[in-house]
């Protein structure tokens, strides 16, 4: 007769075996009923929504409802500069910082394609392939970077402060090249699908455009933004990062804060429908949604739908933010080259326009 602690042995190491072989599984239903049950609040934010007249104003450049447009020529554009920002955490000490890859890739060439811009920067510290652990290292190692090179402008900026908060890090750097230089910002998983033309002449004293988030409209995200140079708007939103513990907040001051800044002070900002550049959402079934296989049919509905709209899903869509932080394990870490050709989803649809024939 088996030892009592034995006998609890034998019954535990299956379950324990089980346990591990069934880990993802599990952790993807978890994660599924987290997201999805009626107490998520993630039916707020796919709410159904229509643009209202003053951000379809915003979307084609135009005075806001009772503003007074200004004479021809009076307001200069917002610069058709394009920033991102990419590789400030080292990928060779933290293998869950990323690096450039092809969805990179993908991102910065739909800059390229859709915007024509005057420029594109690219601030990085780390971006060489494979990682190096110096700070240093040639960023043409990276076979991607190879083939941006001659669209874009490299900007090396040195390792950060190793306790510094690196997601912080990033929102707090866009900002300060949007004061300083002015253009527009995009996270490297935001993808621009048409000419941001119209939306970069909003009259001033509107010197900052940035979308809603959530059907709902709960805050302004600062994924994908525009700005003039010198913008008090921005300076202010800057200002608020000192002395925070952003170990205690996620997204209050990259999508709340704005919204209550903007109510602060509306005359500063121009608001964009949700649907411009952060729809469909980050919400589990958005997610499906644009990464679902597509049989023939629907594949060349959409097909059609983005040709009739010159690049997007929508009317009003200029950009599409692809919400990595939700969609990375899923989808987004398993797509090719080969795999966006072939297989047709929403995204992949989407996307496929701004691959090179050699690929």
């Not at 609040?41 to 806001?64: M, P, T, V, W």
């Not at 140079?229 to 990062?241: G, I, K, P, Q, T």
Request: aromatic share 12%; net charge negative.
């Amino acid at each position: 007769m088996l030892p009592r602690n034995a006998y609890r042995l034998v019954v535990l190491m299956p379950a324990v075996v089980l346990a591990y072989m069934f880990s993802s599984y599990l952790y993807h239903v978890i994660d599924y009923v987290r997201q999805t049950n009626p107490l998520s609040g993630q039916k707020y934010i796919e709410l159904a929504f229509e643009a209202s007249d003053a951000e379809l104003a915003c979307l084609r450049g135009l005075a806001l409802p009772g503003e007074q447009p200004p004479p021809p020529g009076a307001t200069d554009p917002i610069p058709n500069i394009v920033h991102f920002i990419f590789g400030l955490k080292n990928p060779f000490d933290n293998p869950d910082a990323g690096r450039f890859d092809f969805l990179s890739y993908l991102a910065m060439r739909s800059a390229v394609v859709s915007l024509r811009p005057d420029a594109i920067h690219l601030h990085y510290t780390y971006l060489s392939e494979p990682p190096s652990p110096d700070a240093n290292a040639d960023p043409m190692t990276n076979p991607w970077i190879r083939r941006l090179a001659e669209h874009i402008t490299l900007v090396h900026h040195p390792p950060a402060n190793s306790t510094v908060q690196y997601a912080h890090l990033s929102d707090t750097m866009r900002l300060q090249f949007l004061l300083e230089q002015g253009g527009v910002y995009m996270d490297m998983d935001a993808f621009a699908l048409r000419p941001f033309d119209k939306l970069l002449a909003s009259p001033r004293p509107h010197d900052v455009v940035l979308g809603a988030e959530g059907g709902n409209r709960w805050g302004l995200c600062n994924a994908v933004m525009a700005a003039r140079a010198n913008s008090s708007f921005v300076a202010r939103w800057l200002a608020s990062y000192d002395h925070v513990d952003f170990s205690r907040e996620w997204n209050y001051h990259s999508v709340l804060l704005p919204k209550a800044m903007a109510e602060a002070h509306p005359h500063e900002v121009c608001r964009l429908a949700p649907d411009t550049f952060f729809w469909p959402t980050w919400t589990w079934r958005h997610v499906d949604w644009m990464h679902e296989p597509l049989g023939h049919e629907a594949a060349q509905y959409w097909a059609g739908e983005i040709a009739r709209h010159g690049g997007s899903l929508f009317d009003n869509q200029l950009a599409y933010h692809s919400w990595s932080q939700m969609a990375w394990d899923r989808y987004l870490k398993h797509l090719t080259p080969d795999v966006v050709r072939s297989s047709d989803t929403r995204f992949n649809l989407l996307v496929r326009q701004f691959m090179e024939d050699d690929l």
